[in-house]
C-alpha cells in the first residue's frame, strides 16, 4: 500500500510580495477575460480542467494553486502569449557546446 504525505501548502506569507501581487493580477486577468467572453466558471472549469474551488483560487491570486492551473486557463481564454511570453533564449538554452556555465565570480558562492 503506497502511502503518501499530503502537499505542502504555501502560505501567504512565505511568498515574496512581487510573486503574491503577480498571481494576483493574474488572477483578476483570468477573471476579466472569463467574463468578458461570456464563458460561465462552471464552463471554463470543464476546459481547464479543475474543480470550481481551485477556479475560485485561481481568480484570487492563491499562491497554492499549480502554475499550470494558471497558464491552463490563460490557454484556453487565449491570452497565454500575452500573460505570459517566452524567455528570451539566451535566459536558458545551452551555449554552442551544448553545456550552460554558470559565471562564478571571486569570492562568489552558492548561498543566495
Same mark, same amino acid.
Given at each position: 500500500?503506497?502511502?503518501?504525505?499530503?502537499?505542502?501548502?504555501?502560505?501567504?506569507? @512565505?511568498?515574496?510580495?512581487?510573486?503574491?501581487?503577480?498571481?494576483?493580477?493574474?488572477?483578476?486577468?483570468?477573471?476579466?477575460?472569463?467574463?468578458?467572453?461570456?464563458?460561465?466558471?462552471?464552463? =471554463?472549469?470543464?476546459?481547464?480542467?479543475?474543480?470550481?474551488?481551485? =477556479?475560485?483560487?485561481?481568480?484570487?491570486? !492563491?499562491?497554492?494553486?499549480?502554475?499550470?492551473?494558471?497558464? @491552463?486557463? $490563460? =490557454?484556453?481564454?487565449?491570452?497565454?502569449?500575452?500573460?505570459?511570453?517566452?524567455?528570451?533564449?539566451?535566459?536558458?538554452?545551452?551555449?554552442?557546446?551544448?553545456?550552460?556555465?554558470?559565471?562564478?565570480?571571486?569570492?562568489? !558562492? !552558492?548561498? $543566495?
Amino acid at each position: 500500500m503506497k502511502v503518501s504525505m499530503p502537499r505542502k501548502m504555501l502560505s501567504s506569507a @512565505s511568498v515574496p510580495t512581487l510573486v503574491s501581487e503577480r498571481l494576483a493580477v493574474w488572477g483578476r486577468a483570468i477573471r476579466t477575460q472569463r467574463v468578458r467572453q461570456r464563458i460561465t466558471a462552471d464552463q =471554463l472549469c470543464v476546459r481547464v480542467g479543475v474543480s470550481r474551488a481551485t =477556479l475560485s483560487r485561481i481568480e484570487h491570486g !492563491d499562491a497554492a494553486v499549480n502554475v499550470a492551473g494558471y497558464m @491552463s486557463a $490563460f =490557454l484556453v481564454l487565449g491570452i497565454l502569449d500575452e500573460a505570459m511570453p517566452l524567455l528570451r533564449p539566451a535566459l536558458w538554452s545551452p551555449d554552442e557546446n551544448g553545456r550552460v556555465r554558470a559565471r562564478r565570480e571571486e569570492g562568489a !558562492d !552558492d548561498y $543566495f
